[in-house]
């Protein structure tokens, strides 16, 4: 039973989110802040109306709904005739006869389709409370969610039962939980979820023997009695000590892991997150829907590999949806399986992509895509000694280094700009590739007869290298003070450089004199 679609309304980042799903494995990628996070925790609220660990309706808080939203009403509020933010979370599922429960038009679409919603709306009760407090609210005041209520129903229209569910949930985040007196309780709870009710028992009893042990030992009583025997001014109970026998107090709270015998919590982060990975893939095997939160989280590339590898083949009966950074964890697992979230819940399927562009990033694991991905702009260029260049001339031109106005200066061979710029167009990426003409520039033309909005050169057929585009626009002494020599022509200048190229773009790149770029170069650097 996969989900289909998502849709989100003023839930935390996301004002508003449409989002198709892959029956089996997504990846989401997007910059910070873009909602990726939230897209789990709105899938895994809408499955199970519970807000980490609690029912959600216990647990509202004004962080839940969008900023941007709750400001605007709070600012016009009641005066202005405005309808109090609702948060809507709707989770439509595949067309399956055995969802007939969960099938109506109860939707935001009005489609006769199956699935669930999760609504936080205000209560009619307090119309006129939330009014007044509008009218008064200090700027910056948050949303009064003391007014509002949790409604969790299907699209039929009625209330949801967990145990009728069509799908569980489950979250995976290794680096989300902490250790707390020894026992790390993301472990403890997968651990718990795990074993069956008889071994559940089984440890209770165990861990209640152990606590009168501890009670019985000689060494415990003769303490217990020197504390009943000394005076107290704070009460005239006996004091003694023991292992706590509160109910909340059972084996799993005290529970310490172990790994090699080294406690998990003195183990490497890289272990840690290992270690609780395979867990969590083990312990939710009851679930139709995974989630994880960034898996390559303090990870070598082989443990990430190995992890790969398992999230490959759970997705293969289960729906799993995968956030990450990591550019191995995303052409491991498949640019085709990848959506870009970008700003204001806008985003985009990489599936549309020719099929060679895809088996082109698809043969190249290494390659690091997401930085075309992630980059608010990005530069192409075909070489390491292009790339320190064109760094050098927008250092030049903004006094910073590119990355620091989020763009990205990539070097690409040549024959993968089509790829690269199939990805761009596709998402709308800002992004200019910087060519040599090599002496050709009408079939240059050609070649890139698609893409010639994305692609900048110099068409003088008498200059097809950097190298001579670097000479025809700056004097002999400019570039001897660069290179540090004393060239009496640019012939032999040009020699040099061709049979260095990595050295002259070092010395251009660290040299303090001033000097002029190519005019594609100084139209590429310019915002």
Same mark, same amino acid.
């Given at each position: 039973?996969?989900?289909?679609?998502?849709?989100?309304?003023?839930?935390?980042?996301?004002?508003?989110?449409?989002?198709?799903?892959?029956?089996?494995?997504?990846?989401?990628?997007?910059?910070?802040?873009?909602?990726?996070?939230?897209? *789990?925790?709105?899938?895994?609220?809408?499955?199970?109306?519970?807000?980490?660990?609690?029912?959600?309706?216990?647990?509202?808080?004004?962080?839940?709904?969008?900023?941007?939203?709750?400001?605007?009403?709070?600012?016009?509020?009641?005066?202005? %005739?405005?309808?109090?933010?609702?948060?809507?979370?709707?989770?439509?599922?595949?067309?399956?006869?055995?969802?007939?429960?969960?099938?109506?038009?109860?939707?935001?679409?009005?489609?006769?389709?199956?699935?669930?919603?999760?609504?936080?709306? /205000?209560?009619?009760?307090?119309?006129?409370?939330?009014?007044?407090?509008?009218?008064?609210?200090?700027?910056?005041?948050?949303?009064?969610?003391?007014?509002?209520? #949790?409604?969790?129903?299907?699209?039929?229209?009625?209330?949801?039962?967990?145990?009728?569910?069509?799908?569980?949930?489950?979250?995976?985040?290794?680096?989300?939980?902490?250790?707390?007196?020894?026992?790390?309780?993301?472990?403890?709870?997968?651990?718990?979820?795990?074993?069956?009710?008889?071994?559940?028992?089984?440890?209770?009893?165990?861990?209640?023997?152990?606590?009168?042990?501890?009670?019985?030992?000689?060494?415990?009583?003769?303490?217990?009695?020197?504390?009943?025997?000394?005076?107290?001014?704070?009460?005239?109970?006996?004091?003694?000590?023991?292992?706590?026998?509160?109910?909340?107090?059972?084996?799993?709270?005290?529970?310490?892991?172990?790994?090699?015998?080294?406690?998990?919590?003195?183990?490497?982060?890289?272990?840690?997150?290992?270690?609780?990975?395979?867990?969590?893939?083990?312990?939710?095997?009851?679930?139709?829907?995974?989630?994880?939160?960034?898996?390559?989280?303090?990870?070598?590339?082989?443990?990430?590999?190995?992890?790969?590898?398992?999230?490959?083949?759970?997705?293969?009966?289960?729906?799993?949806?995968?956030?990450?950074?990591?550019?191995?964890?995303?052409?491991?697992? %498949?640019?085709?399986?990848?959506?870009?979230?970008?700003?204001?819940?806008?985003?985009?399927?990489?599936?549309? /992509?020719?099929?060679?562009?895809?088996?082109?990033?698809?043969?190249?694991? %290494?390659?690091?895509?997401?930085?075309?991905? *992630?980059?608010?702009?990005?530069?192409?260029?075909?070489?390491?000694?292009?790339? *320190?260049?064109?760094?050098?001339?927008?250092?030049?031109?903004?006094?910073?280094?590119?990355?620091?106005?989020?763009?990205?200066?990539?070097?690409?061979?040549?024959?993968?700009?089509?790829?690269?710029?199939?990805?761009?167009?596709?998402?709308?990426?800002?992004?200019?590739?910087?060519?040599?003409?090599?002496?050709?520039?009408?079939?240059?033309?050609?070649?890139?007869?698609?893409?010639?909005?994305?692609?900048?050169?110099?068409?003088?057929?008498?200059?097809?290298?950097?190298?001579?585009?670097? /000479?025809?626009?700056?004097?002999?002494?400019?570039?001897?003070?660069?290179?540090?020599? #004393?060239?009496?022509?640019?012939?032999?200048? /040009?020699?040099?450089?061709?049979?260095?190229? #990595?050295?002259?773009? *070092?010395?251009?790149?660290?040299?303090?004199?001033?000097?002029?770029?190519?005019?594609?170069?100084?139209?590429?650097?310019?915002?």
């Amino acid at each position: 039973m996969p989900i289909e679609r998502v849709i989100v309304r003023n839930f935390k980042s996301l004002a508003s989110l449409d989002l198709p799903l892959h029956p089996h494995l997504n990846i989401l990628v997007g910059d910070n802040e873009r909602g990726k996070s939230t897209v *789990l925790e709105a899938i895994h609220a809408a499955l199970t109306c519970q807000w980490r660990g609690r029912n959600l309706m216990y647990e509202l808080s004004p962080s839940m709904f969008n900023n941007n939203v709750v400001a605007e009403y709070l600012k016009s509020g009641c005066i202005a %005739g405005g309808e109090p933010p609702t948060l809507l979370i709707e989770l439509y599922f595949t067309d399956d006869p055995a969802l007939a429960l969960f099938r109506g038009t109860h939707n935001s679409r009005n489609q006769d389709v199956a699935g669930v919603s999760l609504t936080i709306e /205000l209560d009619d009760a307090y119309h006129q409370a939330l009014c007044d407090y509008t009218a008064a609210a200090p700027h910056g005041a948050g949303l009064p969610v003391e007014y509002f209520r #949790t409604y969790w129903r299907s699209f039929a229209g009625n209330g949801v039962v967990p145990r009728t569910l069509p799908a569980k949930s489950s979250i995976i985040d290794t680096h989300a939980s902490k250790s707390l007196s020894g026992a790390d309780r993301y472990v403890a709870a997968i651990i718990e979820a795990a074993i069956t009710a008889e071994d559940r028992v089984g440890l209770a009893a165990a861990y209640r023997k152990m606590r009168d042990d501890f009670a019985a030992n000689p060494r415990v009583q003769v303490l217990n009695e020197h504390l009943k025997a000394s005076p107290s001014a704070i009460s005239e109970k006996s004091l003694t000590v023991g292992i706590d026998t509160a109910s909340r107090s059972g084996w799993e709270s005290v529970l310490s892991p172990y790994l090699d015998q080294i406690p998990f919590s003195q183990a490497s982060l890289g272990e840690q997150s290992a270690a609780k990975m395979r867990l969590a893939l083990r312990a939710q095997s009851a679930s139709q829907v995974v989630l994880i939160e960034e898996p390559e989280n303090h990870l070598s590339f082989a443990n990430m590999a190995r992890l790969i590898e398992n999230i490959a083949k759970e997705a293969v009966d289960r729906q799993v949806v995968i956030t990450t950074h990591s550019s191995f964890v995303l052409n491991k697992l %498949g640019l085709d399986k990848l959506t870009m979230l970008g700003a204001n819940g806008k985003h985009m399927r990489l599936d549309n /992509l020719p099929p060679d562009t895809l088996n082109y990033f698809l043969k190249l694991p %290494g390659h690091d895509t997401l930085r075309l991905l *992630l980059a608010r702009r990005a530069i192409l260029v075909e070489g390491p000694s292009d790339e *320190l260049i064109v760094q050098r001339a927008y250092i030049d031109r903004h006094g910073r280094a590119p990355l620091a106005s989020g763009v990205d200066v990539i070097s690409v061979k040549s024959l993968a700009f089509k790829r690269f710029l199939d990805i761009a167009r596709l998402l709308s990426i800002d992004v200019i590739a910087l060519t040599d003409n090599d002496g050709r520039p009408e079939q240059l033309k050609e070649r890139y007869a698609e893409y010639l909005d994305y692609i900048d050169y110099d068409d003088d057929p008498a200059a097809p290298s950097l190298e001579q585009q670097i /000479l025809k626009v700056n004097e002999l002494p400019v570039i001897n003070t660069v290179l540090g020599k #004393t060239f009496a022509e640019k012939t032999a200048a /040009l020699a040099y450089m061709k049979a260095h190229k #990595t050295e002259t773009a *070092l010395a251009i790149f660290a040299s303090t004199q001033a000097m002029t770029y190519p005019g594609y170069i100084a139209r590429a650097v310019e915002e």
